[in-house]
């Protein structure tokens, strides 16, 4: 990591302490309490997790350009809604130097706190592979110093406290109950808190752990190995034939990082074990 880097993380990093504090009240909800029409009226906000970022992007955004202005740096939105990353920082002086900052919310699981519902860290398809390419992100993959994740932890109220139908009056904002509470903020480079299984379902999406303790801390799969791996792994992940251990003689498509580790004669072991939450009995 060069001087640059170190200095902007640092410097994102404190901005992170700031943040809660920012979007929230002074009991910990979320400040944000509804959609007001020219009448006056508030709408419930859903819990939907796509809203709620949305919402808390565009708050923050005011926070983000202040911050980039502070350290010498301008900032390039996503051109378009699914584009990589939310958040590109140029440096002034030096244009050549960029970092990507994706934000990333998720919300704590309501039968353990020290777990959440985890994150995608972004896609390991076209771009990701082809660190010239242009497609969906907004500046060539390797164009970037680092790729970094500006998390967002929170919880979420019970159902039984949100009646999305009911509108309310002006007067009324501050009795509304907020839809999440408990805000949470971390800066990480993704590779430091990256697992080696996609995010969600079919698509490709880079997962991340769940366990807070370890996102906090950096603690992810590829702590170990380092980012260098993380790149490899996630470049070749569904793509690279490796020997299929139940057919002999046959292959199939990498799915798991001891598979990759063993392709490449390196040891297992040097694969990191963040904390797994234990499910019906088993870890």
């Known amino acids: 990591m060069d001087q640059e880097q170190e200095r902007f993380l640092a410097n994102l990093r404190e901005l992170g302490t700031t943040l809660t504090e920012y979007v929230s009240t002074n009991g910990g909800d979320w400040s944000i309490k509804g959609f ?8 419930t906000i859903s ?16 926070k983000f350009i202040e911050f980039a202005e502070s350290i010498g740096y301008g900032i390039v939105l996503a051109e378009n809604q699914n584009w990589y990353p939310d958040l590109s920082f140029v440096n002034k002086y030096d244009p050549s130097i960029k970092f990507a900052v ?11 706190s020290l777990f959440c519902n985890g994150f995608t860290l972004g896609s390991h398809g076209k771009y990701f592979r082809d660190r010239s390419s242009s497609k969906n992100v907004q500046f060539p993959y390797g164009d970037y110093k680092a790729h970094i994740s500006l998390g967002i932890l929170y919880t979420r109220a019970p159902p039984i406290d949100i009646d999305e139908t009911e509108i309310r009056g002006i007067t009324e904002l501050t009795s509304i109950t907020s839809v999440i ?5 971390f800066v990480e480079e993704k590779w430091k ?9 079919n698509t490709a999406n880079i997962g991340s752990i769940n366990h807070i303790p370890d996102i906090l801390s950096g603690n992810g799969v590829f702590a170990k190995l380092g980012e260098e791996i993380f790149d490899e792994y996630w470049i070749n992940q569904g793509v690279l034939q490796v020997p299929d251990p139940k057919k002999p003689g046959k292959f199939k498509k990498l799915t798991k990082l001891t598979e990759f580790l063993e392709f490449k004669g390196m040891d297992e072991a040097l694969i990191n074990k963040p904390k797994k939450m234990r499910r019906t009995g088993k870890s």
């Open 47 to 62: 819990s939907d997790t796509k809203i709620i970022s949305k919402i808390l992007e565009i708050q923050l955004f005011p």
């Open 181 to 185: 509470s408990d805000l949470q903020f």
């Open 36 to 43: 007001v029409d020219v009448d006056q009226n508030v709408y």
């Open 193 to 201: 808190i990256a697992s080696d299984r996609s995010g969600s379902g």
């Open 102 to 112: 994706d934000i990333k919310t998720t919300y704590r699981l309501d039968d353990d």
